[in-house]
């Protein structure tokens, strides 16, 4: 079993930046793949991004990967999202997961075992 805590959301304008983090307490957190996802008001829960054991793989979707960058240090068992020239659509709850049975980097939210409170990131027009 694994524990997440996200961090790092806040209130930014337009065209800012952000770092969000997802620490992992638990055993074996190298094992999990790791997903971001948001949710805005009155919207569905969607991906963002996704990392593999190894953090060398990486998936995105595809309306965000030019602007935003999953990585993890396994040694600090802990995930980042870097999200850049942010956008107030980009205003949602973003959450972290844990997916347990690692074959591939799933974007279906029902294949993550685990999953943190959530970060609210807020973008001012």
């Known amino acids: 079993q694994v524990q997440l805590v996200e961090s790092g959301g806040g209130l930014v304008q337009a065209g800012g930046s952000l770092r969000l983090s997802c620490a992992a307490s638990?055993?074996?957190?190298?094992?999990?793949?790791i997903g971001w996802f948001r949710q805005a008001p009155g919207k569905e829960r969607e991906f963002v991004a996704g990392?593999?054991?190894?953090?060398?793989?990486?998936v995105y979707a595809d309306s965000l990967k030019d602007r935003f960058t999953i990585s993890r240090d396994n040694a600090k068992n802990t995930v980042y999202l870097q999200m850049s020239s942010l956008k107030p659509e980009d205003t949602a709850v973003y959450y972290c997961?844990?997916?347990?049975?690692?074959?591939?980097?799933?974007?279906?939210?029902?294949?993550?075992?685990?999953w943190g409170q959530g970060t609210q990131v807020t973008v001012s027009s």
């Open positions: 638990g055993r074996r957190f190298s094992n999990y793949i």
């Open positions: 997961a844990a997916d347990g049975s690692p074959i591939l980097i799933a974007r279906s939210a029902r294949e993550y075992d685990y």
């Open positions: 990392i593999s054991r190894s953090g060398i793989g990486t």
